[in-house]
């Protein structure tokens, strides 16, 4: 007994010496990220990168080492620095030939980011269809909810838990008669009021082919989408932006990602290969460009394109090290999961 209690003693010190010794050192350690804030220019043709020397120097510069100040920085990225322009009297009519006004800027400029972490969490399977064409301003949650299974669509009441058949029925048929087949294998949407407008949800069936299913006037709207031969998608994310030109975007087992237009145009992003699920990405476009920044194990790589046909423009990449010290850990930001790791 004396030896079994002397043994689990000794285990679960180098247990605690193996979780407590990393967890310290990358505390006190931590640094702010090297990655210098990047966007392209198109009014430069070039990367501007923001960077903090020390705790009272910023530098903002091209690639070519040229170095700006923060009011020639707001002339080369007008559009997002678009307020303070506006507010400095000079705003311009036109930006690269094209003509520009504050309003439109801010309909047409958007940011999006996603991470593994949001992508390796539990799911809860059931998801609320907002009403799509309510005539009200403000968007409201319904009082159902509902799931997808091996047969059909069932909705149920949240008040007392019941299904509501009726209502189920005429999503299911809906889905059958554009070809949809049951189970879904995955489903995609934003599930919250707190938007402008509601575009429902990305579906793959059970043979991978992409829907898009949203609530009008009560009735389900369903549209099949025509997927490019050999296309398998893996994972889904409805946009919904301001201007309402995107529905979604697309990222396919080779790792393609794929810009859905609203009007069911796939248009490919001229990208390197991209796993939502091991790397992060953050987009922040306007009318004419695209800046999108990859993050991964060893770097943060930025790509601007072309916001009418996602062409690449330019890229440049700043090499990072993001591996864990050696180690026991419970948790991890690359998903949402409490559970021990054991990192060599």
């Known amino acids: 007994m004396k030896r079994f209690s002397t043994i689990f003693l000794v285990a679960t010190v180098v247990v605690l010496l193996l979780w407590q010794i990393p967890w310290w050192t990358n505390f006190l350690t931590a640094r702010t990220s090297k990655v210098p804030f990047t966007l392209y220019s198109s009014v430069l043709g070039d990367f501007i990168s923001t960077e ?4 009272k120097s910023i ?46 800027v801010q309909r047409t400029s958007f940011s999006f980011r996603i991470s593994p972490s949001d992508i390796n969490a539990p799911a809860a399977g059931l998801y609320p269809l907002l009403e799509s064409m309510s005539g009200r301003v403000d968007l409201a949650m319904p009082d159902d909810v509902f799931r997808i299974t091996g047969s059909g669509v069932e909705f149920i009441r949240m008040d007392d838990n019941a299904i509501d058949a009726g209502k189920s029925r005429n999503f299911t048929d809906a889905l059958l008669r554009k070809g949809f087949r049951f189970p879904a294998r995955s489903v995609a ?51 919904e932006f301001r201007d309402r030109s995107l529905l979604g975007f697309l990222v396919d087992a080779e790792g393609r ?30 009318m004419l460009d695209w800046t999108v920044c990859t ?40 998903d949402k999961f409490v559970r021990p790791r054991l990192i060599f």
């Not at 509601?198 to 997927?227: N, S």
């Open 52 to 55: 903090r020397i020390d705790e």
């Open 59 to 104: 530098v903002r510069h091209d690639r070519a080492g040229n170095v700006f100040t923060q009011e020639e920085v707001d002339s080369l990225l007008p559009f997002f620095h678009m307020r303070q322009l506006v507010a400095d009297g000079r705003f311009p009519e036109q930006v690269c030939g094209v003509d520009v006004t504050p309003h439109e």
């Open 189 to 239: 949407g934003n599930p919250t009021a707190r938007k402008e407008y509601d575009e429902g949800y990305l579906l793959t069936d059970a043979d991978g082919r992409l829907f898009h299913l949203k609530q009008q006037c009560g009735r389900p709207y369903v549209r099949a989408i025509e997927l490019p031969e050999g296309c398998d998608i893996r994972h889904m994310f409805v946009t």
């Open 257 to 286: 990602f794929i810009v859905l237009r609203r009007s069911y145009e796939l248009v490919p992003a001229q990208l390197p290969p991209f796993d939502p699920a091991t790397e992060g990405m953050t987009i922040i476009g306007n």
């Open 295 to 334: 993050r991964t194990a060893s770097a943060d790589r930025y790509t601007a394109l072309r916001a009418d046909d996602m062409t690449a423009i330019d890229s440049v990449e700043f090499p990072v090290d993001r591996r864990p010290m050696p180690g026991l850990y419970f948790t991890s930001p690359d």
